[in-house]
């Protein structure tokens, strides 16, 4: 399966400000996907990103808040802007290697906003 | 769309009791299904998954689950739990548009010594 590099880790952020988080995989992958844990939750998707198109983003989540870049078939980013208090908690990108053959997870990125 | 429950929030087990976690699903097509476990500040890791065949799977770590088609069930079993297995045990789902994981709420397990 894919193995999946995320960064950064951890951040703490100030409230207002914007992070960009990365992911790079070590194959080419159709789809990418990124989810968010809240503190004590399960994973929510946030959207699916796929190779030239625009994301498409889930109920409750928009554009605007969490714009997702995909410029090639192995690296994401996703941008979480004017951040605040409740935006604390995991994102974890995921890709689709074959089919449903190659889910894996990054090992995310604990954030907090202070 | 596609759903997953884990009706157990928490679960005690005692250190080589046997264990099951439940899950149940809703989709509509044949599932492809999943279990993951997260151990505190670490990230997810797969344990198991089915997508057709034998329907009794075993993953790693001494875990196996069970697809019960008529049930709409994928429980997840241990017949001896070790204290290393304490953590949050998510069970999940694809299908759909861009075969999405859709995950239940978790299980926080906890092992008595």
């Known amino acids: 399966s894919a193995v999946i590099s995320q960064k950064p880790s951890r951040d703490i952020c100030q409230r207002g400000t914007s992070l960009t988080i990365q992911c790079q995989v070590d194959s080419q992958v159709t789809m990418m996907f990124w989810y968010r844990q809240q503190p004590g939750q399960s994973l929510t998707l946030i959207a699916t990103a796929n190779q030239g198109s625009e994301a498409t983003y889930e109920s409750g989540f928009v554009i605007d808040k969490f714009p997702i870049s995909r410029p090639n078939l192995t690296f994401s980013t996703l941008t979480v802007s004017n951040m605040s208090p409740e935006d604390s908690s995991i994102y974890l990108c995921?890709?689709?290697?074959?089919?449903?053959?190659?889910?894996?997870f990054g090992s995310g990125t604990r954030l907090t906003v202070v | 769309a596609q759903s997953v429950t884990q009706p157990d929030i928490h679960i005690t087990v005692s250190e080589g009791a046997s264990l099951e976690l439940r899950c149940n699903y809703s989709?509509?097509?044949?599932?492809?299904l999943f279990w993951y476990v997260q151990s505190p500040g670490q990230g997810l890791q797969l344990l198991l998954k089915?997508?057709?065949?034998?329907?009794l799977v075993q993953g790693i770590k001494g875990f196996e689950a069970e697809f019960k088609r008529s049930q709409s069930s994928f429980n997840l079993r241990k017949p001896s739990v070790h204290w290393s297995d304490a953590a949050e045990y998510f069970c999940a789902v694809a299908g759909g548009a861009g075969n999405m994981l859709t995950f239940g709420g978790g299980t926080r397990l906890m092992v008595k010594p």
């Open positions: 995921s890709v689709d290697g074959v089919g449903p053959y190659g889910y894996t």
């Open positions: 989709y509509g097509a044949t599932p492809y």
């Open positions: 089915y997508f057709s065949g034998d329907t």
